[in-house]
Each structure stands twice: as C-alpha cells, then as structure tokens.
C-alpha cells in the first residue's frame, strides 16, 4: 500500500494550494485519512481528519480556512487550503490513513512521503 501526494509549491500570502493523497495498492478498506504538518523545528501537528463516511474535524488554526475531502471510489483524499499565512502554514504536509489490507486483519497507519507547501510573504 502507497499513499502518493501531490498538489504542494510555492504560493504567496492569502493564496490557495489543494493537496492530493491517492492510496494505491491492494487492501479491502480506507478508514479515517488524515492530514498532518510538520513546520521546521516544531512538532507534527494535526490539521485534518475525515472520517470513512465524511465526518470532518480541524485543527483551530487551520478553521474557517482549510477544508477536507474524499472520493472513495479513487481512494483518495483532498486539503483545500485557503487564505495561506507565510509562517503558520509554512511546512512539510503528510498525508495518514488507516487501511486494512483483508477482511478480519487489523487495521494499520500508512503515511505518504510529504509535500512541501511554501507561503511567501
């Protein structure tokens, strides 16, 4: 099991990204997905979650400016980030699900590769 990212750059100020995560590989269902961030020198922190059937939480710096979505028939799972700040949201942008590879096994944590997200000021 993969999850690929995509969607990360270079934006300025007030400006808008949307990140992609597509899980590929063989497994028999997606639990909850995720987004994460990690700023350099800080902690990875959590800004999204959504859940299997669409319930959706945020981190409360990232409320009213960030949403989270999921197209289950393409496995993947979306971040609209909106009205970007240069130094909070500035980072390395991970993307988390938790999959279960077969009926009846336990479900396990995947993590994509990060994408860079920069916000200039």
């Known amino acids: 099991v993969q999850l690929v990212e995509s969607g990360g750059g270079l934006v300025q100020a007030g400006g808008s990204l949307r990140l992609s995560c597509a899980a590929s590989?063989?497994?028999?269902?997606?639990?909850?997905m995720r987004w994460f961030r990690r700023a350099p020198g800080q902690q990875r922190e959590l800004v999204a979650s959504i859940t299997s059937g669409g319930s959706t939480n945020f981190a409360d710096s990232v409320k009213g400016r960030f949403t989270i979505s999921r197209d289950n028939t393409k496995n993947t799972v979306y971040l609209q980030m909106n009205s970007l700040k240069p130094e909070d949201d500035t980072a390395v942008y991970y993307c988390n699900a938790r999959i279960v590879i077969r009926h009846g096994a336990s479900w396990s944590n995947y993590w994509g590769q990060g994408t860079q997200v920069t916000v200039s000021s």
């Open positions: 590989g063989t497994f028999f269902a997606i639990g909850d």
